[in-house]
């Protein structure tokens, strides 16, 4: 079975069983933004995927929001904690020892744009795998870091949901 099977049986499970889909917002948000998980397993089109299905079944999108805002953070949250305690030996582990290059530049993406590095990179899908990793390697300021990370996870999630809802919109108005 592949990913993309995968995620559309996840959005069938949520779009069925709606109360199931705070706690699966969150462990996709959580996969999406983990160090190393999210080289692997781009969760973000089903994040996207789940808001058309919420959206068109007019469940109250604010907890999965707040559940995707949350799993977003705490998955950079220990990125960036792995990156303090591992330091450059992170490099060596799979799958960033096959993407050499990620580290380093996400090295000089933070470095160039620092706090607000976090934020930008939380919007694209490699750096999102790596900025919170190399915030911890090279000690960017704890609270400087969690303030970009719980901000921008907020908006992150709310822009997806609301991306996956207008489309459920949009769907619903060319289905008449």
């Known amino acids: 079975m592949g990913l993309e099977s995968y995620f559309e049986q996840m959005t069938a499970f949520a779009r069925?069983?709606?109360?199931?889909?705070?706690?699966?917002?969150?462990a996709l948000a959580f996969a999406e933004s983990l160090a190393f998980v999210s080289l692997v397993i781009p969760a973000w089109g089903a994040l996207v995927a789940i808001g058309v299905a919420l959206g068109q079944s007019g469940v109250n999108l604010v907890?999965?929001?707040?559940?995707?805002?949350?799993?977003?953070?705490?998955?950079?949250?220990?990125?960036?904690?792995?990156?303090?305690?591992?330091?450059?030996?992170?490099?060596?582990?799979?799958p960033l020892s096959r993407n050499p290059g990620l580290?380093?530049?996400?090295?000089?993406?933070?470095?160039?744009?620092?706090?607000?590095?976090?934020?930008?990179?939380?919007?694209?899908?490699?750096?999102?795998?790596?900025?919170?990793?190399?915030?911890?390697?090279?000690?960017?300021?704890?609270?400087?870091?969690?303030?970009a990370n719980f901000a921008s996870a907020f908006v992150w999630a709310g822009v997806l949901l609301l991306f996956g809802d207008g489309l459920s919109k949009t769907l619903t108005l060319f289905a008449k």
């Open 103 to 147: 580290i380093p530049r996400g090295e000089a993406f933070v470095k160039r744009w620092g706090i607000l590095g976090i934020f930008i990179g939380r919007f694209s899908g490699p750096l999102r795998a790596s900025v919170p990793l190399v915030a911890g390697i090279f000690e960017m300021p704890y609270w400087r870091f969690q303030f």
């Open 16 to 26: 069925e069983h709606q109360a199931w889909a705070v706690p699966i917002m969150f």
């Open 63 to 94: 907890p999965v929001w707040i559940a995707a805002s949350i799993g977003a953070a705490l998955g950079d949250w220990l990125s960036y904690w792995i990156g303090r305690k591992l330091e450059h030996r992170v490099a060596n582990i799979w």
